[in-house]
């Protein structure tokens, strides 16, 4: 009697592209813009992403009689943690932290991941031509590929 093998393949998909979004634009603001410069239709999701008890809000473009399937990520988000009273203190401090959805790239305010649909160099070239993008930059970096693969919607 033979024995079964198999074989776990650990890569991760990372077959999509990243841009790098710098802008201080409101993420709604950014996503009215960009339906308007690049014909796209960002609608925000119907539940924000939530990563370490702190909600990141996005958007989706998704249109599969085209093929296209676009997220549009903000990147930083702010937690308020609550310190109880206690003899020491006398009242209740809120502390705000910082977090990050890609912590390399924190100073990136919002990450357009493209899994189907128009090219990062197209988009690029489209982006660079407004004010209100002040820089725009594909990520080509696998560590940050990967942890983006997770965040599948």
Same mark, same amino acid.
């Given at each position: 009697?033979?024995? $079964?093998?198999? %074989? ?12 790098a979004l710098h802008t201080s634009?409101?993420?709604?603001? %950014? ?6 410069? !690049? ?7 119907? =539940?924000? #992403?939530?990563?370490?008890? /702190?909600?990141?809000? *996005? *958007?989706?473009?998704?249109?599969? =009689?085209?093929?296209?399937?676009? /997220?549009?990520?903000? &990147? @930083? ?16 401090? /809120?502390?705000? @932290? ?7 790239? $924190?100073?990136?305010? *919002?990450? #357009? $991941? !493209? ?8 988009? @690029? $070239?489209? %982006?660079?031509?407004?004010?209100? !993008?002040?820089m725009c930059y594909p990520i080509?970096?696998?560590?940050? @590929?990967? =942890?983006? &693969? !997770? %965040?599948?919607?």
């Open positions: 009697m033979g024995t $079964k093998r198999y %074989l776990l393949e650990t890569d991760l998909d990372t077959d999509f592209e990243v841009l634009l409101p993420g709604f603001k %950014l996503a009215f813009l960009l339906n308007q410069w !690049i014909k796209s239709q960002f609608r925000r999701a119907p =539940q924000d #992403l939530y990563l370490q008890q /702190t909600a990141f809000e *996005y *958007y989706l473009w998704e249109d599969s =009689q085209q093929g296209i399937r676009c /997220t549009l990520f903000q &990147n @930083k988000s702010q937690h308020e943690e609550t310190q109880p009273t206690n003899a020491l203190n006398l009242f209740e401090v /809120t502390l705000t @932290k910082e977090v990050y959805l890609l912590a390399e790239a $924190k100073s990136v305010p *919002y990450l #357009l $991941k !493209i899994n189907e649909g128009p090219s990062a160099h197209d988009l @690029k $070239k489209s %982006l660079e031509k407004h004010p209100q !993008i002040s080509e970096d696998t560590r940050i @590929k990967g =942890q983006l &693969n !997770i %965040l599948n919607e």
